[in-house]
């Protein structure tokens, strides 16, 4: 077996240049292509991405190459390999047990029959994940042999690849326990069931030709799990011992992204007795020296797998040599965390202007630079000093480079005080709104958008491609909106919506019409399964150069007598998904976006608009893993859109969106936000959110969704009815308001039109009922 390669990537991104998986996996769910079609588009972008890292200038024989490709999600195969698949999916298995396919994608989707698994955050970022259900009936036993039949086909074509799995303490810390596990059951409680079985996986991926084996264990970096930080690495001692001793083993390289190792951690894993760590160097400071490292191989992650800047090349070189005096047997070059965060290729951005495009680095330049870094370490810094100076170089003029910095954008924000980010009691507040708005008890609205249909897409299609003109898109967006608006009107919603149709995105598009943002063309990257995302680039300061969305929230309040809602997204979503500048904290750079926003909302405001909505759906996405980073962040996150709201009115109704149901988990920071009306979802939890806001004492306006939009099922009557119901039994009924609990762009009219329906007859019900 071949020692750990100087320079490595821990993952790259799977769902291909032109996102080919995605399309692949697509057309085989709606029946298009077979499995062995797309058992060959998924051979193919492998072959590709293998042969593509070789060009780039990692080895082909010597495991620097990661087989980390996945159909849908990293933790879903993990859970796969090992037969840890709920019962529900039993019927669906091999006749052996064998996991194929159909039950990998019937949890990943659910078919009809069967409820997918949930799915939620990976750690702060913004990939999803699939949650395992794990209870004392879960069978562990190695269930299909798709990792290592990657390794042995990038065998046959002369690559020794070393493939990524998801560790045991990692699946099990991430996994819930099921429905038939008893109180107090922790998915943990099985390791000592699962590790025969990672044991087994181990051996068949050394039989299959893998000489290191990469184990993912980013839980060993976060506080914010279930488990404790000592109960974690307690498993982690555990685990390692028992996969230490497998016989006939690839080597192990043991990966923490995301953060810096726990103090609970890092010692269990510095003694484990495996052959590498890779520590995460960006999010996280070195690990101290221990006497555990003298055999090992230390992989510091000093390129930036989450990104899109080139960066400081030469810190980075000068970072692992500080490593190289931590103990360790040899250290190499690597990424802090997997490249599936950031898009392949900057080349490919041949619209970017050149200037910004020479700072980036997408997955591709990140293996350059990683090449580079590995050259260093073995040949000395002078064999790679063009290199480090090409980079300093981008970084310098990127400092200097007109609109990094903004003179005006930067007073503007240093003069900022206390009372800038406060608005008025909220009593007093109530009282201006309910003189102004006449609404009536549970007020029914909406939360933007209505359904992005065929016939939007195709409009923006032939505007971008230059088919249609900008007056004839926009005659094609007031059309839609007066539909829009005269639908609401006969459903009969109190508080209406314009619907959102111009919006791509709902952070894009606020980023094309904000300075200090690009747009790319193939920045895509995949937020779960088949789903990608193509988030902006924040490379400057942020102003906002005319306004954004005044002409069509006016335009939709010219249409009714009913109060229009006007749409914004708020600041900490805004960079929640964008990739923002690393040259400044987050907290600056917040502020500039809530600035920009602050003078929309006073640009509604003075066209007469009475209701704004500022959505935060992100605002727990970059909620920090580090317990003593969270106080911080949510002081900066709300800050942020207080900044932005508290220009306002009292007699303008600010509302809020929130698209999580942990409710309580956040309700000092939603209190602090201190929205008129904050709505969020809740239909899902089957209204369990209600009694979190009950026992809260929250007492501003509050919307627990009431339809979940996520699925096709429209909601009746008696449904909606009942969780109203609910709602004013533990909430005073003039707080309550009544709406779906996410936008509607994913759905059809069929199902909002009768859904929405339900929800105003239920909503008469209920109000005559009060
Ligand atoms: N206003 C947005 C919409 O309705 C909110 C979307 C979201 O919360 N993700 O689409
Ligand atoms: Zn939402």
């Given at each position: ?13 799977r769902i291909g240049?032109?996102?080919e998986l995605k399309r692949a996996i697509e057309q085989h769910w709606a029946g298009a292509i077979d499995e062995a079609a797309l058992e060959a588009v998924g051979a193919d972008l492998r ?20 087989e980390s490709f996945s159909f849908y999600d990293q933790v879903l195969d993990a859970a796969a390999a090992v037969g840890a698949l709920p019962e529900r999916f039993d019927d669906l298995r091999g006749a052996d047990g064998a996991i194929g396919l159909v039950a990998y994608f019937a949890a990943a989707r659910g078919d009809g029959r069967h409820a997918p698994l949930e799915m939620t955050?990976w750690?702060?970022?913004?990939y999803h994940y699939l949650v395992p259900e794990i209870g004392p009936e879960t069978v562990f036993a190695a269930s299909s042999d798709r990792f290592a039949r990657q390794v042995a086909e ?9 493939p990524v799995v998801v560790g045991p303490?990692t699946l099990l810390a991430l996994a819930k326990a099921s429905d038939a596990a008893?109180?107090?059951f922790?998915p943990?409680?099985r390791l000592?069931d699962l590790l025969p079985v990672y044991a087994r996986l181990l051996a068949d991926l050394?039989?299959a030709?893998?000489?290191?084996v990469?184990l993912d ?123 599936q ?185 995949q937020s779960y399964g088949s789903r ?152 899902r ?25 996520h699925s096709p099922r ?57």
């Amino acid at each position: 077996m071949t020692d750990f390669p100087a320079g490595t990537i821990l993952g790259y991104p799977r769902i291909g240049r032109r996102r080919e998986l995605k399309r692949a996996i697509e057309q085989h769910w709606a029946g298009a292509i077979d499995e062995a079609a797309l058992e060959a588009v998924g051979a193919d972008l492998r072959r590709a991405t293998r042969t593509r890292l070789a060009e780039l200038g990692l080895g082909r024989g010597d495991s620097a190459i990661p087989e980390s490709f996945s159909f849908y999600d990293q933790v879903l195969d993990a859970a796969a390999a090992v037969g840890a698949l709920p019962e529900r999916f039993d019927d669906l298995r091999g006749a052996d047990g064998a996991i194929g396919l159909v039950a990998y994608f019937a949890a990943a989707r659910g078919d009809g029959r069967h409820a997918p698994l949930e799915m939620t955050k990976w750690f702060d970022t913004n990939y999803h994940y699939l949650v395992p259900e794990i209870g004392p009936e879960t069978v562990f036993a190695a269930s299909s042999d798709r990792f290592a039949r990657q390794v042995a086909e990038a065998r046959a074509e002369g690559f020794t690849t070393r493939p990524v799995v998801v560790g045991p303490v990692t699946l099990l810390a991430l996994a819930k326990a099921s429905d038939a596990a008893p109180d107090g059951f922790a998915p943990l409680d099985r390791l000592g069931d699962l590790l025969p079985v990672y044991a087994r996986l181990l051996a068949d991926l050394r039989a299959a030709g893998a000489d290191w084996v990469q184990l993912d264990e980013p839980a060993l970096v976060s506080e914010s799990l279930a488990a404790t930080p000592e109960a974690l690495a307690a498993a982690a001692a555990r685990a390692y011992d028992v996969l230490g001793a497998t016989a006939d083993r690839p080597r192990i390289l043991v990966a923490a992204p995301y953060a810096q190792l726990t103090d609970a951690a890092w010692p269990v894993l510095a003694e484990a007795p495996v052959e590498a760590l890779a520590v995460d160097l960006v999010r996280g400071a070195a690990p101290a020296a221990h006497p555990g490292l003298a055999g090992k191989t230390l992989v510091g992650g000093v390129v930036d797998g989450r990104n899109v800047w080139r960066g400081d090349l030469a810190g980075a070189f000068e970072a692992l040599e500080q490593l190289r005096r931590h103990g360790a047997a040899a250290v190499s070059a690597g990424t802090s965390t997997s490249l599936q965060h950031v898009p392949h290729d900057v080349a490919d951005e041949t619209a970017l202007d050149a200037r910004l495009a020479s700072w980036l680095a997408f997955a591709d330049q990140k293996v350059g630079q990683v090449v580079t870094l590995a050259g260093g370490l073995a040949e000395g810094r002078e064999a790679i000093a063009d290199e480090l100076d090409a980079a300093s170089l981008a970084l310098a003029d990127r400092r200097e480079a007109p609109g990094v910095r903004d003179g005006s954008v930067r007073e503007r924000a240093a003069a900022l005080t206390r009372d800038d980010f406060r608005r008025a009691e909220y009593e007093v507040r109530v009282a201006a709104q309910d003189a102004a708005l006449d609404l009536p008890v549970l007020p029914t609205t909406t939360i933007g958008s209505f359904p992005q249909t065929g016939d939007i897409r195709r409009a923006r299609g032939r505007l971008v491609r230059g088919e249609s003109t900008v007056e004839e898109y926009e005659g094609f967006l007031r059309r839609e909106i007066a539909r829009v608006v005269a639908l609401q009107e006969d459903l009969g919603l109190d508080v209406l919506v314009h619907g959102e149709p111009e919006r791509n995105d709902m952070v894009q598009y606020f980023a094309e019409n904000l300075d200090g943002f690009a747009v790319t063309q193939h920045g895509w990257v995949q937020s779960y399964g088949s789903r990608a995302t193509r988030p902006s680039i924040l490379w400057g300061d942020v102003s906002r150069p005319a306004p954004i969305t005044v002409e069509w929230a006016t335009y939709a309040q010219s249409l009714t007598a009913q109060r229009m809602k006007g749409m914004l997204t708020g600041p900490v979503t805004i960079l929640a998904w964008s990739f923002v500048r690393d040259d400044q904290p987050l907290a600056d750079t917040a502020r500039q976006v809530a600035l920009a926003l602050r003078d929309e909302i006073a640009d509604l405001e003075r066209a007469g608009i009475a209701i704004v909505q500022v959505d935060e759906p992100a605002l727990r996405e970059l909620l920090p893993l580090k317990a003593d980073a969270q106080a911080d962040y949510l002081d900066w996150s709300v800050g942020a859109f207080r900044l932005a709201t508290a220009g306002a009115a009292d007699a303008t109704q600010v509302h809020t969106h929130l698209c999580y149901s942990e409710f309580a988990v956040v309700i000092d920071a939603i209190a602090a936000l201190d929205a008129d009306v904050t709505s969020i979802e809740a239909a899902r939890s089957r209204g369990e959110v209600i009694a979190d806001i009950a026992e809260s004492g929250f007492s501003h306006g509050v919307g627990p969704g009431v339809w979940d939009i996520h699925s096709p099922r429209v909601p009746s009557v008696e449904e909606i009815s009942g969780l109203l119901e609910r709602a004013v039994e533990g909430i005073p009924a003039r707080q309550v308001w009544v709406n779906p609990d996410c936008g509607l762009k994913t759905r059809g009219y069929d199902e909002t039109v009768a859904a929405l329906r339900n929800l105003v007859e239920a909503t008469d019900g209920v109000r005559q009922r009060l």
